[in-house]
């Protein structure tokens, strides 16, 4: 699938996310993140993970890097899991644009200009910005789950 910036999304991106939403059991994944290829030319999964702990996610995604070692901007999906006490537990993904300040201008605009095309892709419906861990910490995403009502 191409973009308007000609950046394509990978099959392997449709795939990941078809898994942290369908499977069940232990090898259900819990976070995918996305990144735009060296070569500019698709968008392409680095890790998925199982992991529960949300702040090993947080880390992992606050943490990445170019090839020069420089912070790193990513895409990535959650899949959010909370209690509603008498309404059951329930389940929902959020997309995440991780956006470091030191982000060059140019790699901006080339994330930003497929960040719509991919969550579309995914069909992810709560979306979050971040330019801050602060953004991401967790009482932020369950703000935006739960439509700011905590």
Not at 97 to 120: I, N, V
């Amino acid at each position: 699938m191409s973009l308007p910036s000609g950046v394509e999304i990978s099959n392997d991106c449709l795939s990941a996310y078809k898994s942290l939403i369908f499977k069940r059991g232990p090898a259900k994944p819990t976070f995918i993140i996305y990144r735009i290829s060296s070569d500019e030319q698709s968008i392409i999964v680095e890790e998925t993970s199982t992991e529960k702990d949300y702040e090993v996610f947080r880390q992992k995604l606050t943490s990445a890097v170019d090839a020069e070692g420089q912070q790193a901007p990513r895409y990535a999906v959650y899949d959010v899991e909370y209690d509603l006490k008498e309404e059951g537990r329930r389940a929902t993904s959020v997309f995440i644009t991780w956006m470091p300040g030191s982000t060059s201008t140019r790699t901006r605009m080339l994330y930003a200009s497929t960040k719509e095309q991919l969550r579309r892709a995914l069909d992810v419906k709560v979306s979050i910005h971040a330019d801050d861990a602060h953004d991401i910490e967790w009482k932020a995403i369950m703000s935006q789950v739960l439509g700011r009502r905590i």
